[in-house]
């Protein structure tokens, strides 16, 4: 039985030109029902590279909605904000649903 897609045609074809137009698309609607991982994979059912959704998801997303905040990464004069995984999250997205190591501001917090 073939996959059925939870996007409809309009929101493909939105998607598609969004994206081919250059538009900066970020991750974490208040819309989407889920976590921002679930939203993640809703998206890269619709082509998204999980390349693709990692910048947007660490890079792109926290660059345009705290623009006055050195975050997104890791470098001098950066907040020290970063996850480490146990597996590579570009193989499969899912493994970003268990962090090995959360550093948040530069404290440790416990991971699950």
């Known amino acids: 039985m073939a996959k059925q897609s939870l996007f409809t045609p309009n929101q493909l074809l ?3 030109l969004l994206r081919h137009a250059g538009v900066t ?5 208040d819309l989407f029902m889920g976590s921002v991982v679930d939203e993640l994979l809703y998206l890269q059912k619709a ?3 999980p390349e693709e959704l990692l910048i947007m ?8 909605l705290f623009p006055q905040r050195n975050i997104g990464r890791l470098d001098e004069g950066y ?10 999250p570009m193989n ?4 970003l649903r268990s962090p090995a190591y959360v550093v ?9």
């Open 79 to 88: 907040e020290a904000s970063f996850v480490s995984f146990d597996r590579n």
């Open 47 to 49: 082509d998204f590279t």
């Open 25 to 29: 698309l970020l991750s974490g609607s």
């Open 104 to 112: 948040k501001q530069g404290r440790q917090l416990q991971t699950p």
């Open 14 to 16: 939105t998607l598609h």
């Open 92 to 95: 499969d997205l899912e493994y």
């Open 57 to 64: 998801s660490t890079f792109t997303t926290p660059k345009v």
